[in-house]
């Protein structure tokens, strides 16, 4: 069952209660965050978990960069709602003889990327199991959310962060290739340490809809274009020209492709965003557009695609 079904299922048991909640509650299950209305706007809440084993790996990442990209995940989401990171919490899993010292390192990681966001970890809760993980709790405000469902025909995708480079950094690591020239470097750092688009998501003010790319471009355009009820199509060229340098490089030494790194990487954390066709924001690169229809498809000049893939830890990560 894939991820999208087994929220389906959430959805239906537990939108009834939710339900009590009223006008109050602007939005629910299956968005980038919920939305809860409040003095002067709304209240923006999502939760991300990084779990050893299934987005980490102890081999190629220190305690400190867990800590770090637990929180910079997690903000990705606010930055798709256009909102202002006010303060998160953090739910620890530790392992038995997981030490004071290594907790500290986690911990410094956390402290790190909350100064770079301006996010304060204010609480959260500590339990003992047997694999590392940091759920961690963002909590935002926006005066006007934006959600996935409101993409519409004739708006212009816009691509705000860069894509594939850190499915390249892990490629390079798993393969003990990591050490190299600055290409790598930028690659293995873009994995490891990932910041959010949050100065972007805080600028998307007239734009129609919005979601955090975190589990490949191709994946992620896919749920956009399924909530907004609409086609989304991406332009081969517009997105060969917005690829990085180092990414076309590095995909050549690790053989791969670099469209196809930057379609089904994940980890990226960049933002794509539906906007009427006057609409600018400093920062973004136009990569497509939205029709009348279903799907995400790539636009070659010459025909259409329809594009699957990217990551879903319930249905065996990359298609």
Known sequence: MAEADLIGVLRAALGPAAS???SRLSLGIGDDAACLEWVGGELVVSVDAQVQGSHFDLRWLSLQDVGYRSLQAAASDLAAMAAEPVAA??????????TRRRLAALAAGQARASEELGCPVIGGNLSRGG???VVTTVIGRARRPLRRAGARPGDRLWLFGEVGLARAGLLLLSRGLARGDHAARLAVAAWRCPRAQLEAGLALRGAHAAIDVSDGLAGDAGQLAAQSGVRLVLSRAALQGALPGAL????ARLGESALDLALTGGEDYALLVAAPP????????EVGRVEAGAGAWL????????????FDPFVGARE
Do not use: H, I, Y
Not at 278 to 285: E, H, S, T
């Open 248 to 251: 076309t490089r590095l995909a």
């Open 278 to 285: 006057k609409w600018r924001a400093p920062g973004g690169q």
């Open 89 to 98: 919490v953090a739910q620890l899993t530790l392992p038995r003889g997981f």
């Open 20 to 22: 009590a909640l009223g």
């Open 131 to 133: 694999e590392l993980s």
């Open 299 to 310: 636009d070659d000049g010459a025909r259409q695609r329809r594009l699957s893939g990217g």
